[in-house]
Every structure is written in C-alpha cells, then in structure tokens.
C-alpha cells in the first residue's frame, strides 16, 4: 500500500479564476513533488492514496471566484477539489487503518493527500470509511453507480418527481452523469422517457442500450418546443433538468397538469458571458398548470436517503438492470482537459479521472 | 323579489378581443334590452337577480382570443362573466326556489341573467346555491371575505407555502384582492410580513391597518432586490407571488433554503406587448435554495378545501381577527372602466360590482 520510494504526488492547482465563459486548461497549474511523507502525520490524518476523483458540472461555478448559495470558490494556489474516493496508506488515527478505503466530497485532485479526520472535521466535508458492502463494491462505484450525480437521479426521481406509471419524462442532457441514470431508473418505473443529448452516438445509446422510447439530438433541431410537443403526444408529467436555459423554456409550454420540474441543475448556463443568463419567460405556465417545480442539492440528502439509494441501486446492479457508464481520463494531470471537455459536452457518460 | 316591470336588463358584452397590452373600455359593449320574462324559463332553468360581479386580473387572458392553460376566451358578442352572486327571481327547477341566493364562477355581466340548473351543467360552471351558514352572509362576503381571491390566499398559504412561526414572507400587489388577505392570515400565523404595493395610501394601510411588518412603494424604489434586501434582514422564506416578472426576479436573488414560492398569477405580465414577457433569469437559485417554487389555480381546490376555509375566514370574521376592504363599482355598466382601473392598480381593496 505504501507509495514507490520512487513515486511522486502531482496535484493540480487552481493558477486563476475565471469569473464567466468558457473554461480552459489555463485556469490550472498542474505541480510535481514529493509524496507526504507518513511519519510526519500529525495526530488524527490519514495518508491516502487518491484512485478516483469527479469531475461535474458544478465545479464550474467553483472556479468563478464567487460563493454562491451551494458552491464555495476555490482558492487560487490550493489544488481544487471534488468528489474521490482512494485507500488509506498511513494514518494515525485509531478509525482508520491502512487498506481502509475511503470516499469524500472535498479530494483533492492529487495522487496522494492528507486529511484530518477528526470527527467533526470528517463530517463537514462528508469524508468517510466505506464499510460492509460499500466497501467490497469495485473502487468506481462510488463515482459511478453509487457516487454523486447517480443520487442525484435516484433523489430526484423518487424523492421530488414521485412518478406514476405511464407519465412521460423529459430527460436533458440524459447520456451525462445524471441523466444516463434518470432514463434507466425511469424505465423501470414504467415511465415513457423521452431523452435528449448532444451527439448522435450519445443518443444511439440512449435508445438502443438504454431503452429511451423517444429520443433527439438538441443540437440538431430547429426548435426544442416543436421536437418536444412531437415526441411527447400526452404532454410532459416530469421534467428532469440537468440543462436550464431554453430547454427548460420550452417544457414549460407542453407540461401537463400537475407536472413536477426536479431542477439539480443549470449547465447551460454555467458558462455564459456576464448578462447572458437566459430569461425563463413561459413561467405563467407553472400557475396555469399547476406546476411544482422544485430544486435540490444532493449533498443535503445523503443523512435521509443515501441508504435506501445504496440498497435499491445494488439490487438493481446484481439484477443486471442498471448499467452506468463512466468516461474515464487516465491520470490527475488529464483533469483540466477533461473538465473542458464535459463542459463542451464531448464525455460521453460520467467524467472521472483515473487518478 | 319580482323585477320592476319597468326595469330593464343591462349586460356587458365583448366587442373585440385584445391580444396583447393594456384593454381599454373600448372592447365591451352596454346594452339594454328586456328583463327575459320568467314565464318563457325552460325546464331546469333560474332567472337570476345578480348582485354582484367580480372583476380579477385572470380576466384579461380571457380577452385575449386565445384559450390558455387555465382559462377560455370569451365570445364575440356574448356577456362577459366572472365570479358572481345574485338571487332566484324565478325557477323551473325543484332545486331551486324564488329568493335562493345562488352564486358561481360564470355569472354574465347583466343585471338579470338565465342559468341552466341541469346538475352536470351547474357543477361545470359551479353555479349553486348557498345554504346554511352562507346564506345568512351578507351578500358581497361571496365576492370578499368567502370570495375567490380570500379563498386564493387561505389556500396559497396554508396549504401550498406551509408556514412556520417567524418566517419571513414577501407579499407583491398586497392590498389588492388576495394580498390584504394573504398579509391578515400571514400576521395571525406569527409570520414576518414584508408588503410591497404600488400607492403611499395602500402602503399606509398595510401598514397601519393590517400590520404589516414591513412595507414598501414598488412604484417608488430603484431596485426591487436592494428594497427586499433591506426589509427582510433574515432572507425571505415565502414569497406570495401574484405579479410575477422582475418583482418575483428579486425575490429570488434574497430566497432562504427551502422557501416556498406560493404563484397564483403573474399581473405585472398579462398587458405586456407581444415579445415583451419578462424572461426570469434568477432560476439557477431554485436548484441552489432548494427552492419549492408550486402553482396553483384555485378552482380545482374548491372541492378539497372551500368549506375549511369559510369555516377558518367566518370564525375570523366573527372575532373580528379579518376584514377584506372591497373596491366597489356601481352599476354593471360602470364593469369595463372597473376592470381597466384594476389593471393599472387604480382599485385599492378587491375590484368588485355592485349590479
């Protein structure tokens, strides 16, 4: 479990803020040096051996320099920092051992790092041992099946949507890390799904792998309200939207009575100029269909839900019912690259980096 | 109960619609004609003395031309009708007696009316008979205090925003027909009431008379978003929305987590020119705030929710705990002017008429 002696910790680093646009690798610093060394752990921090960090659309609005109402900017000269999971290899911490794996939602994008784990200290930034199944579940998972953006579908779903067999769902950016997962959850809901994505394979794969009933590509439409009215002849019961924007504009004209938005996020507009933001303007349409359109921040849910999620995606995973695909970069200097590339949409399912 | 043999009828019928900006009175027509003579009633069917006519901002969609989610367009050279109340003159129907007072949500704009009593055709246009403990309420109650509106508030709050003792809730267009209510309601559940209306005597009687915590001129301020910032120190938990557009903006920039966006309409949108609706561009807060942002039209809860209400509104009413402040119109041929002063806020209290 100890690092080559002849190993050493790359880390990438936040050089500046880009406040608005289009992200590019320049923000980065990527630096060399030595690996931490274990016995100069101070009491209660684990030595760990990072093996998969996420990279998400939210991370975005991180890099802007502002806090906002769920995201805190990171700091300039500090390596960013997301979702990881990775195995102890020192720790002076008697709750931790080495061989122990551990998952959080502040890793730094880093081979190797440190981390306080006293117990307050753990708790705020969700950093914690995988135990009983969750630590026999291959490494992935917990970026993939079991990590963040697959929650966030299964919450979202369940928990805010409360679909009815035979609804019909709208699903955005649906080949994404999100979506890939709503679509299936959906399916085997009853549901009829209608997905969209940017690519013509990525919604290939929506429809002959993920059994999408109706699915287009958004980039090559003429108008998302006429695709959407012609793939969905009974009106949209549910929204799941990764996207915001127009898209979102355009549900608002074809939903149904009583229809539910389960809004975790707004891509398309995360990478807007200053002033660009795009006005919703169908909003008389929540009050005239009695819409209930409703936001959530999984980080929230994980005390309430995260086991039941655990158990129910299991179950289906063993079944061979639920697929999960990751678009993996290989090795912690790939992040910034592959940061760029999902925002421009070119992963296809959900980014990670193979540290 | 008979009417004079001299009397005769007068009904306010659509010239023209209007599909976009502000109606001005040219689109009715006044006319007089004969008072229908009970004795040519068809089976099952009333003469009606009407009362009272309620004149409400969802009106104006119905003048438009168009059908939308929740409302019909009204016909060329047909009565324009609306919420009403009134009393049987004349019957053919055993269900109904000369003297019932009888009320429903398509009252025609004339003095003497003719209503088909068939029960599948009264239940569609909820047309009934008030009985009990709303029969021996002052007549204009069913347009104020047991009205539409007041029933919109008691519903938008209650059921739709759920509020907890100490929040904060921003009430828009708060001393016209459903916001007075909603701001006494508000008061009585020990809520922060923050109240904004577009005149100094509206706000001095939010203030002075329904004790409104806070209150403020929208006509007056630079920036809606550095008002509400100011009077709402704690952030705002509810917002009561019945403007819509940059008011509902703002709001959202100065949302709690978990707030409760209770949107029964969108006044401050429906005279806008084509191409002019206000796109809302503070929606990335929704999914941040974990914001439950629900519309609801209030005719499909009377059913569920009206006889909870008038038992809640009578007993305040009785303690004295409630007043509803009616802006009152005389004569049926004075509606059109009526309806053109409470789109341009003119109305102070809930626009009705006096037949």
């Not at 229809?259 to 795009?278: D, F, L, M, P, V």
């Not at 179950?315 to 590339?341: C, W």
Request: glycine share 10%; hydrophobic share 40%.
């Amino acid at each position: 479990m100890s690092p080559h002696s002849s190993d050493n910790n790359v880390s990438v680093l936040l050089k500046e803020y880009s406040a608005h646009g289009k992200v590019s690798t320049d923000l980065y610093d990527v630096q060399s040096g030595p690996v931490p060394n274990a016995s100069s752990l101070k009491p209660n921090e684990v030595l760990v051996h990072v093996r998969y960090v996420s990279v998400d659309p939210y991370l975005r609005m991180r890099l802007s320099g502002v806090d906002g109402p769920y995201s805190r900017a990171f700091k300039v000269g500090h390596p960013i920092s997301s979702h990881g999971v990775g195995e102890v290899i020192a720790s002076t911490s008697s709750d931790y051992k080495e061989g122990d794996r551990v998952t959080g939602g502040a890793f730094p994008w880093s081979k190797y790092a440190t981390f306080d784990v006293t117990p307050e200290v753990a708790k705020a930034s969700g950093f914690s041992k995988l135990e009983g199944v969750l630590a026999k579940a291959p490494l992935e998972w917990h970026i993939g099946v079991l990590g963040m953006p697959s929650f966030t579908a299964w919450y979202g779903l369940n928990v805010i949507a409360q679909p009815k067999k035979g609804e019909t769902i709208v699903v955005s950016a649906a080949a994404g890390a999100v979506g890939q997962a709503v679509v299936q959850l959906a399916k085997s809901l009853g549901l009829y799904v209608v997905a969209a994505a940017g690519s013509d394979e990525k919604v290939a794969y929506l429809k002959d792998e993920l059994k999408a009933d109706a699915v287009f590509n958004y980039k090559k439409v003429d108008s998302y309200s006429a695709t959407l009215k012609g793939l969905c002849p009974r009106g949209i019961d549910i929204y799941f939207d990764n996207v915001g924007g127009e898209f979102l504009d355009a549900v608002l004209e074809h939903v149904n009575k009583n229809a539910r938005i389960a809004a975790c996020g707004a891509i398309s507009q995360y990478q807007k100029e200053k002033g660009e933001t795009y006005g919703i303007k169908n909003v008389m349409s929540v009050v005239g269909n009695e819409v209930r359109w409703e936001g959530f921040i999984i980080m929230y849910h994980y005390k309430s839900h995260y086991e039941a999620f655990v158990k129910d995606i299991t179950e289906r995973v063993k079944n061979g019912t639920f697929n999960y695909k990751l678009h993996i970069s290989e090795g912690i200097e790939t992040a910034p690259q592959a940061m760029v590339d999902m925002m421009s949409g070119k992963n296809f399912g959900k980014t990670c980096v193979k540290v």
